[in-house]
């Protein structure tokens, strides 16, 4: 990080007039040290959370949204190709992490340590672009919050896109502000950074066009057509930085996906009647990240009656969420509110875990971090309105960062992590304005003194409102301990977990459904049915029917199987698998009174709708084709079914299953599956 220049020079040594922004601040050996020592305090702590982290179940056992991360990238270092058609994600992250998984082999620890550098790379960023505008002092206290402030260490300790996300956006606005007036070179780095950042978290690119006007803003027309240049530099360079995926999306893909497929459905799930702006899910979806994009794109093709396309999926629930926002305004409105509200409230939204369980549970040392976003908001108003018009000018880079980021948060749904990289600016108009209340009532300015306290003292209650308590020790996140250590096969400490669930909330259905499945783990069916039922009787849209049915089949209750399949694909119409398993059950199942071939082809058919190239729907219908007699028919599916299936291992056991049951099509005879 160059020393500034101080001249009113662009960096490409273009004489220009100049700005209405403060003068650079040169730096002194005095700055070097306290950079040096912001990025050691950060790199520090966020190593000895990483120390602590390895106790959490979930260090070695990543979930949702880590876990798709740690798969993409596995498949990235083995050669394999986790999508086949567009990105449903964007994929930086996983680029990244599996060039590193293919030196150094799948790993846990590493990518930690390197999200900590990272972290503390952001720390030393925040302290250059403070030290900019505000000076030495200003830059400290900028850079040691963000050292400290613990929601950044936590999700610096997560396999998740955020810490690359700040630090890229950080580094994308230090070249645009790293000098008074940045010339075609720091435009065009900046617009590299912000590119990258798409890549990682699309919903950047709402700042893109907001930086492109800065020079306007701050300096109007004059000279537009030099200032024309350079935002078309930063905006070629974001956009030959994207173009690859783009590309690569439309040969896999057939269609121009820019970057990923599924912000229509994230549209959809912060925009409509039952969303409440902070749930990362919808009713009726399962909450693992592939099993609520299947049933998302499921419902879509169920709605438009065909099979849709990625782009087509995500089209659709963009229409849907803007249909809602049409027919009701009112709430959409009331909605968009409750989001903004949130966004600047000090609680940390949960997603994917519980922040305040989570961290104190597993992470002492983040007791000792105290400061939230909460105390910072207030002092960085302060800061705002301290800065004045002029200065806010100049500054338009760091403002309109956050207020374009913001929006973009806003659209979609409120959560901790997503508002994450909004937070560095919220620091450092916080450290500006807590420095100016300092230094107003040691120069004895008590009116300005007494402004600024009564601004903190009026907005804290507006964004204390939410109760916290029950966070930090709340049903779900012991739901989500249980799971894991189920996973683990540690089931003591899982089913201690799940009945510490029950205890705090005794009507919880994902705590009966998760004892439902450390039941069945170790081989006790009855009582794992009995937990099952009851999550299904406290919330008739949990996806646990299939888990259910195959229990009661394993103990021959072969109609009550089939009452819990109808009874599933009833309460969740977009799950194709539920109707997969209906069929089958109804065309293979030994008992002849549970047995429906009419029935068992109809499901069949009408889920083909929108999956006809479904090799358990294929191989479904020709076992119903065949309990009807029609082994023909039958045979001609099933072989469909088998040239569908490809060549690989996993294959293997059901080209084997599926073969052994042509031939018995070809004898004339149906299949029983028990």
């Not at 374009?404 to 919220?426: N, Q």
């Not at 308590?469 to 779900?476: E, N, P, S, Y």
């Not at 399949?565 to 997969?580: I, M, N, R, S, T």
Request: charged share 20%.
């Amino acid at each position: 990080m160059s020393s500034p220049e101080t001249s009113p020079q662009s960096d490409d040594g273009h004489e220009l007039k100049a700005d209405a922004s403060a003068s650079p601040s040169r730096w002194s050996g005095l700055d070097w040290v306290w950079l040096i020592a912001v990025m050691l305090v950060a790199l520090v702590i966020r190593l000895i959370y990483n120390h602590q982290l390895q106790s959490s179940p979930f260090f070695d056992h990543p979930s949702i949204d880590a876990k798709l991360h740690v798969d993409w990238a596995t498949a990235i270092a083995e050669g394999r190709s986790l999508f086949d058609g567009v990105y449903a994600r964007a994929p930086l992250y996983p680029w990244l992490l599996g060039i590193l998984y293919s030196i150094v082999g799948v790993d846990f620890v590493i990518p930690r340590v390197l999200a900590a550098m990272m972290g503390a790379g952001s720390c030393g960023l925040l302290y250059a672009i403070a030290h900019r505008y505000f000076g030495r002092w200003v830059a400290a206290l900028a850079g040691l919050v963000a050292a400290t402030y613990w929601v950044s260490v936590f999700f610096d300790g997560e396999l998740l896109v955020e810490p690359l996300t700040v630090f890229l956006n950080l580094l994308g606005l230090w070249f645009l502000v790293r000098v008074e007036r940045p010339g075609l070179a720091s435009w065009g780095l900046a617009g590299v950074c912000f590119g990258l950042s798409a890549l990682n978290r699309p919903n950047v690119l709402l700042v893109v066009p907001v930086l492109a006007c800065w020079p306007i803003v701050t300096y109007g027309l004059k000279q537009w057509r030099e200032w024309l240049v350079r935002a078309l530099a930063f905006g070629a360079a974001c956009v030959i930085v994207i173009l690859p995926v783009t590309v690569r999306n439309y040969l896999k893909g057939g269609e121009a996906v820019l970057i990923a497929s599924n912000g229509g459905f994230n549209f959809y799930i912060g925009n409509n009647p039952q969303s409440d702006g902070l749930m990362a899910v919808l009713p009726g979806v399962r909450p693992d990240w592939w099993g609520g994009m299947q049933d998302a794109a499921a419902i879509a093709q169920a709605n438009m009656g065909r099979a849709l396309s990625a782009g087509e999926v995500s089209s659709f629930y963009y229409r849907a969420a803007f249909r809602f926002m049409r027919d009701q305004p009112t709430q959409a409105f009331r909605l968009m509110m409750h989001k903004l509200r949130y966004f600047w409230n000090d609680v940390e939204v949960p997603n994917p875990y519980n922040l305040y369980f989570f961290a104190d549970k597993y992470t002492p040392i983040v007791r000792f971090l105290p400061i939230s976003f909460g105390m910072l908001v207030p002092f960085a108003l302060v800061g705002v309105l301290l800065s004045g018009k002029r200065r806010l000018v100049g500054q338009f880079p760091l403002w309109g960062y956050g207020l374009a980021y913001m929006v973009g948060i806003v659209a979609f749904f409120v959560t901790s992590r997503f508002r994450l990289p909004i937070v560095p600016i919220v620091i450092l108009y916080a450290a500006f304005g807590f420095v100016e209340l300092l230094r107003s009532v040691a120069n004895r300015k008590w009116v300005l003194s007494a402004v600024c306290v009564l601004a903190v003292v009026l907005l804290w209650p507006f964004l204390h409102t939410e109760d916290i308590a029950g966070l930090k020790d709340h049903a779900v996140s012991y739901c989500k301990v249980a799971r894991a250590l189920g996973e683990q096969e540690r089931f003591e400490e899982a089913e201690a977990a799940c009945q510490k669930a029950i205890e705090k909330e005794p009507e919880n259905p994902l705590a009966y459904e998760i004892e439902g499945e450390l039941k069945l783990a170790q081989r006790d069916l009855r009582g794992g049915i009995k937990s099952l039922k009851r999550a299904i009787k406290l919330d008739a849209h949990r996806p646990v029917y299939v888990m259910l049915a195959d229990a009661l089949i394993a103990t021959n209750k072969f109609s009550e199987a089939r009452r819990i399949l109808e009874q599933g694909v009833e309460a969740l119409p977009g799950q194709v698998e539920l109707k997969f398993r209906l069929a089958w059950l109804l065309a293979t199942c030994t008992n002849p009174r549970v047995r429906d071939g009419e029935k068992a082809l109809q499901i069949a058919n009408e889920a083909m709708v929108n999956q006809s190239t479904s090799v358990a729907l294929l191989d479904a219908k020709a076992a119903a084709l065949a309990e009807l007699g029609r082994y023909q028919e039958a045979g001609v599916i099933a072989r469909m079914a088998l040239e569908s299936l490809g060549m690989s291992q996993d294959e293997l056991p059901l080209r084997r299953a599926l073969s052994d049951r042509i031939k018995l099509y070809d004898a004339q005879r149906p299949y029983r599956d028990r």
